[in-house]
């Protein structure tokens, strides 16, 4: 058995810079780091838009209201300290109709109201920033967040992994997978993971934090938390550009829906390197890492989650969520996706409409760990934490959790800092 004062289980981004956080809060507490791959953020963290949020969308009186400004700034500073390549991009909404060009207004206030520096602008203005805006009508403004960037998301996991090493109370174990709980009770977690190949070694902590991502919420139930929520696993499918196009400044998003908000559309963002990325689409995952049709399939899981989405798509609550998802679908299509890109963009115009194809690959996808109410039925939108003396849980740590880890890191310490938990 290794013993521990403190264990984190999930090395993404979130989990990563806890660790790095918590050997600061406690120099004299042995720290141990548990990722069951071979690497850190293999995951998520690394299957993104890498795109540092603003924070203006999300509702004030929302937890990620108050970190992602903060979110922004901290990593920024973070990616400009460690050398990890940032692209200062900014961020434009283009409004394609109407209705769409007065929600950006609404959209402007709440960004005043989360304190987000944000910009209406006429269409000349906005020109001189991004030439490729997409002009669907001369009377429209484009709102423009300034302080959106993107930076390399491989990047910053291989800078916190560096982090961690330099931090002499804190043990990294890859290729160790938590897999089962044996006792829980005060001041003492025994729990088991898998050394691979197929190794199990007992590990012993006097607090156990969950950072497990996907697999959060199986983790928590083990705890007696997450008793009415499931992950709702939701994935994400990008293009990249295989040849050189014409290379854009900023990021280009539609307006979000104003019901819901659960999916922000098809977008292009730029990578460090100048690539142009179209998407994500967003459609259910049938298992939890479900990247491709065949890759960790776990048949328990297809089980749950098939079960949930039928139960969810017949439910009279749950029409929008049915409609969304129906919209969702379509767009899997690599020609929609293009076709989507068309309508924010003018930079794909000067390619022949008979090449676009050849122009772009499909890149990683990404799974989106959303959790579900099945009480309500309903996705939760804003970050959940569970916790007691013994164990901290995080739920539902999906977009902005990337932007918002390091002020998170803060937020949860802060928060078993005031309850004596350690």
């Known amino acids: 058995m290794i013993s521990f004062d403190i264990a984190v289980i999930g090395g993404g981004v979130v989990g990563g810079m806890l660790t790095r956080t918590l050997s600061a809060r406690y120099p004299n507490h042995k720290i141990g780091l548990f990722e069951k791959e071979s690497g850190l953020g293999l995951h998520t963290s690394t299957r993104n838009s890498a795109v540092l949020h603003a924070g203006f969308y999300y509702a004030s009186n929302t937890v990620k209201a108050s970190l992602c400004r903060e979110g922004n700034k901290t990593l920024t500073q973070y990616c400009l300290d460690h050398k990890v390549n940032l692209r200062k991009t900014g961020k434009f909404l283009v409004a394609r109709n109407s209705v769409e060009n007065e929600r950006?207004?609404?959209?402007?206030?709440?960004?005043?109201?989360?304190?987000?520096?944000?910009?209406?602008?006429?269409?000349?203005?906005?020109?001189?920033?991004?030439?490729?805006?997409?002009?669907?009508?001369?009377?429209?403004?484009?709102?423009?967040?300034?302080?959106?960037?993107?930076?390399?998301?491989?990047?910053?996991?291989?800078?916190?992994?560096?982090?961690?090493?330099?931090?002499?109370n804190v043990q990294v174990f890859t290729n160790h997978k938590y897999t089962d709980l044996i006792e829980n009770k005060d001041q003492q977690t025994l729990f088991n993971v898998l050394k691979m190949p197929n190794e199990k070694q007992l590990v012993s902590a006097k607090y156990f934090i969950n950072a497990g991502g996907l697999y959060a919420d199986v983790i928590?139930?083990?705890?007696?938390?997450?008793?009415?929520?499931?992950?709702?696993?939701?994935?994400?499918?990008?293009?990249?550009?295989?040849?050189?196009?014409?290379?854009?400044?900023?990021?280009?998003?539609?307006?979000?829906?104003?019901?819901?908000?659960?999916?922000?559309?098809?977008?292009?963002?730029?990578?460090?390197?100048?690539?142009?990325?179209?998407?994500?689409?967003?459609?259910?995952?049938?298992?939890?890492?479900?990247?491709?049709?065949?890759?960790?399939?776990?048949?328990?899981?297809?089980?749950?989650?098939?079960?949930?989405?039928?139960?969810?798509?017949?439910?009279?609550?749950?029409?929008?969520?049915?409609?969304?998802?129906?919209?969702?679908?379509?767009?899997?299509?690599?020609?929609?996706?293009?076709?989507?890109?068309?309508k924010l963009t003018t930079q794909l115009d000067q390619i022949p409409e008979n090449q676009l194809h050849e122009y772009f690959d499909r890149g990683k996808p990404g799974i989106r760990s959303q959790l579900f109410d099945t009480e309500q039925r309903k996705m939760e939108q804003d970050f959940i934490f569970e916790h007691d003396k013994n164990s901290f849980h995080l739920l539902n740590v999906a977009s902005p959790g990337w932007t918002c880890s390091i002020p998170m890191s803060e937020y949860i310490c802060d928060i078993i800092s005031k309850n004596n938990y350690i």
Request: proline content about 5%; hydrophobic content about 40%.
């Open 104 to 168: 950006l207004a609404q959209i402007k206030k709440q960004g005043d109201i989360n304190g987000v520096e944000l910009e209406l602008m006429e269409v000349d203005r906005a020109l001189k920033i991004e030439k490729y805006l997409k002009v669907n009508d001369k009377n429209f403004q484009f709102l423009y967040s300034p302080t959106t960037s993107v930076a390399d998301n491989k990047g910053l996991m291989k800078s916190i992994h560096e982090d961690l090493k330099q931090c002499k």
């Open 220 to 342: 928590a139930k083990q705890f007696n938390f997450c008793n009415k929520y499931v992950i709702w696993p939701f994935k994400g499918s990008y293009l990249i550009n295989n040849r050189p196009i014409p290379e854009a400044n900023a990021i280009i998003y539609p307006v979000p829906p104003l019901a819901g908000n659960y999916f922000l559309g098809i977008h292009t963002t730029l990578t460090t390197d100048g690539h142009l990325k179209i998407g994500p689409s967003i459609f259910p995952a049938l298992w939890r890492e479900q990247y491709n049709w065949k890759d960790n399939f776990v048949f328990s899981e297809f089980s749950q989650i098939l079960s949930l989405n039928v139960q969810n798509v017949l439910s009279k609550d749950m029409k929008f969520y049915a409609q969304s998802l129906l919209n969702e679908l379509k767009k899997i299509n690599k020609t929609y996706m293009i076709k989507e890109a068309k």
